[in-house]
């Protein structure tokens, strides 16, 4: 079994970016009050006296979109210096990176990844369902100001929508020939939006790499990470193209993550809310953190058991109620 030492932390469930496949359009989010949200203090209690002691190492700040987080600079600062604290990384749109690239940098964050679905400003704004000023120029400024702060590895995210932006995968790949950059193709997941590409359906990582395959050619590749991909490169590039297969090869049996809600939820696994846990209510109303690590403790070992495949399979017990964005991806 995989050791499980990291954590995803959602720090916030709003959004400046409504992107179809995370908050399809007509969605009405209830979003969470601010009172609702772990304060600063309960989530660094929580990393310090429950996660840390039972193994948790890695932490990875996401949202909605992390950096509308209040004092995100001063969070990130916390969380990485803590002794235990081996990686802290955080996961944004990009569009309000450009400013803050340096300070995240200094504050002890080393790696980001950034969504970027298109190179074309208009099918940009289609997905993140944008009809004002094109954001796809805030957001490229963002990448290149995070590259050239330092971070490293800079991983671009791109979930690959059928007769959306699945004709731009060659361009998107070639990003990664010339730059440290590293390319991450996601297939679409039915979160909270199962209608949404109807029998579109998604497109299978192996088609994506097919792809590529006879353009360029591919070898194995290596990139510093936690997460599922699996790695390759385009033979003689800087960077490397990573592939997350969750719908056509499952990886369940590699997951070494849990997830934290903006709102104190745990849960063991992205598509299944069967035991999950509220430390929120529980910090609020007086348990104590020995308590809290017990139950922790616990989780981790059915965590196992808790996966997409019950989920497929009908068999998850438990309603699924949140979307990708209130989730924290």
């Keep these: 079994m995989n050791q499980v030492d990291y954590l995803r932390i959602s720090l916030i469930d709003r959004c400046n970016f409504r992107c179809q496949y995370c908050m399809p359009e007509g969605t009405e989010m209830d979003y969470i009050l601010k009172q609702q949200l772990l304060t600063d203090d309960e989530?660094?209690?929580?990393?310090?006296?429950?996660?840390?002691?039972?193994?948790?190492?890695?932490f990875r700040l996401t949202g909605g979109e992390p950096l509308l987080r209040p004092r995100v600079v001063e969070l990130v600062g916390a969380i990485a210096s803590f002794p235990e604290t081996k990686d802290v990384s955080m996961t944004t749109n990009g569009f309000l990176l450009a400013p803050l690239a340096q300070s995240?940098?200094?504050?002890?964050?080393?790696?980001?990844?950034?969504?970027?679905?298109?190179?074309?400003?208009?099918i940009f704004d289609q997905i993140i369902g944008n009809r004002g000023r094109s954001r796809w120029h805030d957001v490229w400024a963002g990448i290149q100001a995070a590259y050239s702060v330092g971070f490293n590895p800079l991983k671009?995210?791109?979930?690959?929508?059928p007769g959306v932006n699945d004709h731009e995968i060659l361009d998107l790949a070639a990003l990664t020939i010339d730059k440290e950059w590293h390319v991450r193709f996601?297939?679409?997941m039915p979160i909270g939006n199962s209608d949404l590409f109807g029998d579109r359906g998604w497109v299978s990582s192996e088609d994506l790499?097919?792809?590529?395959?006879?353009?360029?050619?591919?070898?194995t590749g290596m990139v510093l990470g936690n997460g599922p991909a699996d790695i390759f490169q385009i033979p003689g590039a800087k960077g490397t193209l990573g592939f997350i297969s969750q719908m056509s090869e499952c990886f369940c049996d590699r997951c070494n993550r849990m997830r934290l809600s903006a709102d104190g939820w745990l849960r063991p696994c992205l598509?299944?809310?069967?035991?999950?846990?509220?430390?929120?209510?529980?910090?609020?109303?007086?348990?104590?953190?020995?308590?809290?690590?017990?139950?922790l403790t616990e989780?981790?070992?059915?965590?196992?058991?808790?996966?997409?495949?019950?989920?497929?399979?009908?068999?998850?017990?438990?309603?699924?109620?949140?979307?990708?964005?209130?989730?924290?991806?």
Excluded: H
């Design 104 to 122: 995240l940098y200094d504050a002890g964050l080393r790696r980001l990844n950034i969504s970027l679905d298109s190179l074309e400003p208009e």
């Design 271 to 295: 598509l299944n809310e069967s035991g999950q846990i509220d430390l929120k209510t529980a910090l609020r109303t007086g348990v104590s953190t020995a308590e809290l690590r017990e139950q």
């Design 43 to 58: 989530l660094l209690t929580l990393i310090q006296e429950v996660f840390i002691p039972v193994g948790f190492t890695r």
């Design 209 to 219: 790499r097919q792809k590529i395959r006879s353009t360029w050619g591919l070898t």
């Design 156 to 161: 671009l995210n791109v979930v690959v929508i």
């Design 299 to 329: 989780l981790l070992i059915i965590k196992p058991e808790i996966n997409f495949k019950q989920r497929v399979s009908g068999t998850a017990t438990g309603t699924y109620t949140r979307t990708m964005s209130q989730i924290g991806g």
């Design 186 to 188: 996601i297939e679409f």
